[in-house]
Structures are given as C-alpha cells and as structure tokens.
C-alpha cells in the first residue's frame, strides 16, 4: 500500500473513531421564538386591569447550553446553544398574551416570588412572576431514525399587590418527541420552540388561572 492510501486510510479511521466516542463536537446555535399559533381568550372589555410581569429567573442546572446531540453509541457530538436567553422569550410571550387577554402590562424585576417580597412602589392590580426549571432539546440517532426530544418547565407565581397574597401559583410545561429519517437544524429548532409555545399557550388554557385572571379584573371595578 502507498504511502498516501496509508494516509488517507489512516485519517478516515481518526476520524470515524472521534466521530464513533463523542470527542469531535461541534456547536450550534438555535433561535428561539415564540410560535404565533395560539391567541388567548379576550376576558376584559370595558376595563383594563394593570398587571406587572416580573423578570424570570433562571433556575436551570446549565444555562450555556440549551441541547445536546449524540452519536449511536451515545457520545456527545453537538452542543447547542440559544441566541438569546429562553427567559426573555418567555417574558415577552406572557406580556403578548397577557395584552390580548385585556391586560395593561408593565414590566419589572426584583421580585423574589414571595408575598412578603411584592414590590410596594408598583402601581398596578398584580403581579406575575416565574422560574425556569428546564429548557433542553436533543437528539439521539437509533437504528433507522433519529429522535429529537425537547422539554420547557417553568414554575408561574401570581399575586394581588392590593392584598400582598399570591392568589396562584402552578408549574407549566411543554413536550416535544419526533422521529426523522436525519436530524437537521430546523428539527432542533421546531422541537424545542414548540415546547416553549405549549408551556405558554398552557397559562392561559389553565381554568383556575383564568378565574383568578377574571377575579382581578372584577376586584378593579
């Protein structure tokens, strides 16, 4: 054998082998939006009640990454990364719904999601707040497909302001799980903002918080 077959052969069985262990990664980025599908029922018309939305913590175990990709073998071979952090796409998802629903919306930070931490100084009827617990996509490759699973889990807190009392408080997520012949970019993508959209669209499906949502505004007239 040539000495550039052995060379050539040689590199291609590096290769398969970091590709094989999970040592030759990359890194991707994935934008992450808010899925116009969904709008929520409008529940004041006569009245606006002022409801403050709070900025989200981040309470994820790993907040450089938002997924991974493995290999058959189960080595790492991607990292994915957002382009923007998921707390901000999940603020202003609330304060867009929250807006249809007939909210007049301000925002704020500093809340610790307790009734004795409400900020004295808002002058509005409530306050929403929350924590992201989970915000993770990844594929792993099976004998014939690829499956990219996603999760989004956040924790929601509402509170009166008037009253200094949480008046709900619930953890909401969403789930994605498709199969594909190859996993592309966009597969990432869809997965995992599909997942942020059905943890938000969920806020305002949930009827307990829709009554409470309804109760403020009554409490304003």
């Not at 550039?4 to 052969?9: A, N, P, S």
């Not at 719904?97 to 004795?116: C, H, K, M, P, Y």
């Not at 302001?161 to 008046?167: A, D, L, P, T, V």
């Amino acid at each position: 054998m040539s000495k550039v077959k052995r060379f050539f052969l040689l590199s291609a069985l590096i290769a398969m082998a970091l590709l094989t262990s999970g040592c030759l990664m990359g890194t991707e980025t994935v934008k992450i939006e808010y899925l116009p599908d969904f709008k929520a029922q409008k529940l004041f018309h006569d009245y606006q009640p002022t409801i403050a939305v709070n900025r989200f913590w981040d309470e994820r175990s790993s907040t450089d990454r938002v997924g991974e990709g493995y290999n058959i073998y189960g080595g790492k071979v991607e990292t994915w990364k957002s382009d923007r952090p998921p707390t901000d796409v999940i603020e202003e998802a609330l304060v867009h719904q929250l807006e249809n629903a007939g909210f007049q919306v301000i925002r704020t930070s500093g809340w610790d999601l307790t009734a004795e931490g409400i900020p004295e100084y808002l002058s509005a009827d409530a306050i929403m707040g929350g924590r992201l617990k989970m915000f993770w996509v990844e594929s792993r490759p099976g004998l014939v497909t690829v499956s990219v699973n996603s999760n989004v889990v956040f924790d929601l807190f509402l509170a009166d302001i008037k009253e200094r009392r949480i008046i709900w408080a619930g953890q909401f997520r969403g789930e994605e799980l498709k199969e594909a012949l190859v996993r592309t970019h966009s597969h990432m993508a869809d997965a995992i903002n599909s997942s942020l959209s059905n943890a938000v669209n969920k806020v305002f499906q949930d009827e307990s918080l829709r009554q409470q949502f309804i109760r403020l505004g009554e409490i304003k007239f």
